[in-house]
Nanobody, 122 residues
Framework: VQLQASGGGLGQAGGSLRLFCAASGRTFSSYTMGWFRQAPGKEREFVATINRGSTTYYADSVKGRFTISRDNAKNMVYLQLDSLKPEDTGVYYC?????????????????WGQGTLVTVSS
């Protein structure tokens, strides 16, 4: 599978951005998909995940502000970022997991996109 993330850019605090992740392959609907982010000088951290049943789970830091969704017909997963904060700045990665579970660890994912940069100004 190949994952292509896009939609990053410059946002203002309190504003919104929408990230896109396009996946190749015919079995997209059977996978759990996730978003992670990595700020400069920090480790990659979990942001959100959606399993094949479209059950979602979020990191506490983004709960209520970010929304993950998927469109299996288009092989797409989305991350809506609202009420942006400067600490949301980082490179955002989409990833695929074969586990149908609450996958919050990078080790639970076996395919990664190239990342898209989100910069939030105060």
């Amino acid at each position: 599978v190949q994952l292509q993330a896009s939609g990053g850019g410059l946002g203002q605090a309190g504003g919104s951005l929408r990230l896109f992740c396009a996946a190749s392959g015919r079995t997209f609907s059977s996978y759990t998909m996730g978003w992670f982010r990595q700020a400069p000088g920090k480790e990659r951290e979990f942001v959100a995940t959606i399993n094949r049943g479209s059950t979602t789970y979020y990191a506490d830091s983004v709960k209520g502000r970010f929304t993950i969704s998927r469109d299996n017909a288009k092989n797409m997963v989305y991350l809506q970022l609202d009420s942006l904060k400067p600490e949301d700045t980082g490179v955002y990665y989409c990833a695929r997991s074969r586990l149908n579970t609450r996958a919050v660890m990078p080790q639970q994912y076996d395919a990664w996109g190239q990342g898209t940069l989100v910069t939030v100004s105060s």
